[in-house]
DNA sequence: ATTCTGACTTGCT
DNA sequence: AAGCAAGCCAGAA
């Protein structure tokens, strides 16, 4: 995963407001570049220096391994949730997920600007790369 | 070049 | 809800 890809991943992350949350294949339609599964890849390096629990899966879980963390924060927060998550907290046991229609998070402007100029800024860094690359595939 | 792997997604049972 | 198959994008060996 290039230095670029990653630091534009962390950016976005860093902008989702608390008690909100995107999905894996959001972040990676935001960027307009890469999948869910590098954004995964990214997160599972890296994650530990953003907000990582408010990146899920389409689903609505958290990361596998990390739900009893994760659910800490979403309590904490507020984050709209579906299912048992306070029998999981007492036993343990409960299922539950995160209401991705209700928490997903939507840009407003000013969001909507900063990730433009993000993504933009990943696009120039990695086309200036593709370049350099080009024809020299030896 | 080929194959395996993965904090993914969608669709189907 | 849970399990599976395919499709997916990249990195690692």
Redesign the pocket.
């Known amino acids: 995963?290039?230095i670029e890809?990653v630091e534009a991943v962390l950016a976005v992350v860093e902008l989702v407001p608390p008690g909100t949350a995107l999905?894996?294949?959001d972040v990676s339609e935001l960027l307009g570049?890469?999948?869910?599964?590098?954004?995964?890849?990214v997160?599972?390096h890296c994650?530990?220096f953003v907000p990582?629990w408010r990146?899920l899966?389409?689903?609505g879980h958290a990361?596998?391994g990390?739900e009893a963390e994760a659910l800490r924060h979403y309590l904490r927060e507020g984050t709209p949730l579906?299912?048992h998550p306070n029998e999981y907290v007492r036993t343990g046991e409960g299922?539950w997920?995160v209401d991705l229609t209700a928490a997903r998070w939507s840009p407003d402007d000013g969001g909507h600007d900063r990730i433009d100029a993000i993504a933009e800024h990943l696009e120039l860094r990695l086309h200036r790369l593709s370049v350099d690359d080009d024809g020299m595939s030896v």
């Open positions: 995963m290039r890809y999905t894996y294949g570049s890469g999948g869910p599964r590098q954004v995964g890849r997160m599972s994650g530990s990582w990146v899966r389409s689903s990361p596998d990390h579906l299912g299922r997920r």
